[in-house]
């Protein structure tokens, strides 16, 4: 169930908050009466098992509440569908990424090492609450940051409506939209083609200090060269990836040339992967495509 409005912070249902020091500085004045309060530090280094254990420890009751980004939902979806064998789960995003993406779907995890989330279940929240007043205080590169997964869907499921410019205005209708994409493709078992993006993203991710969409929208262009390369994916789509990512602020210039070795070891290491091969995902045609290392060298994917 998702609830699309303002001010559920105000009427959090009782429960153990799983928060980041991001949100808790922001908002600490409605939080300060809450009697069961977790911290994290902000960003994707507190997704490590040290720190699920710390929390498992102090955790109490039969219900989390995830308040925050994609790390904080990520960590409390896997300390919920663990603890006591499965406890509740209410996922409040408070990025864009978290609303029209991380928080859909019940899938969840922690790093293990630089493997992004090799540890992890699939475990759907009780209920998803969206509250937008969360983005009048979101900066302006968290906002882009969602809008790479936005374009991801507009890419995947030929819904070019999303290559659009996201603006504030039409952001209700725009994660109503991603949630009801979101759904049916996971109701239809369809899941390997969210990984459009993410099998290059997630090792120049971890690799290079960015923040996930960043990391995604370049791994974005570079699975659609590939996609090209292999006859899957048309030059006019990949275009108008390229414009979507433009329009938003999200055609990043970074050279991955050299590190080139270190990105395709880490994506060989990707949990999707198998028979040596590393895969990809580009539409529901093609949602498990195998390719080896030899031809993304060959084919000067670091370009």
């Not at 960590?75 to 408070?94: H, N, W």
């Not at 602020?249 to 040339?257: A, E, Q």
């Amino acid at each position: 169930m998702i609830k699309i409005d303002t001010d559920f912070i105000k009427e959090l249902p009782e429960g153990f908050v799983l928060t980041d020091t991001n949100i808790f500085r922001e908002y600490s004045q409605l939080l300060k009466d809450r009697k069961q309060i977790y911290v994290i530090d902000a960003g994707e280094q507190s997704k490590s098992g040290e720190n699920y254990l710390k929390i498992a420890e102090k955790l109490e009751g039969d219900r989390i509440i995830a308040l925050g980004g994609g790390v904080v939902g990520d960590l409390a979806g896997f300390l919920a569908s663990t603890f006591k064998r499965g406890i509740d789960l209410i996922q409040v995003p408070t990025s864009l990424m978290a609303m029209v993406d991380s928080s859909i779907g019940g899938k969840n995890g922690i790093n293990l090492g630089l493997r992004k989330n090799y540890l992890g279940t699939i475990y759907e929240a009780e209920s998803i609450l969206v509250d937008l007043r969360f983005l009048d205080t979101l900066p302006k590169e968290e906002f882009r940051n969602g809008v790479a997964e936005i374009i991801k869907y507009a890419f995947i499921l030929d819904k070019e409506g999303l290559y659009k410019k996201i603006v504030l205005a039409d952001i209700k209708d725009v994660i109503t939209t991603c949630f009801c994409l979101k759904m049916r493709v996971v109701r239809k078992g369809l899941r390997d083609i969210l990984n459009f993006g993410h099998t290059v993203g997630h090792a120049i991710e971890l690799l290079m200090g960015l923040r996930h969409g960043e990391a995604v929208a370049i791994g974005m262009m570079k699975e659609a060269m590939i996609g090209e390369r292999l006859g899957i994916v048309t030059k006019e789509k990949r275009l108008k990836l390229i414009e979507g990512l433009e329009r938003n602020g999200l055609l990043l210039d970074i050279n991955i040339k050299d590190r080139f070795d270190e990105i395709l070891d880490l994506m060989q290491q990707d949990k999707k992967n198998e028979d040596g091969e590393i895969v990809f995902a580009f539409d529901e045609k093609n949602s498990h495509i195998g390719v080896s290392k030899e031809y993304l060298r060959a084919s000067s994917l670091g370009d």
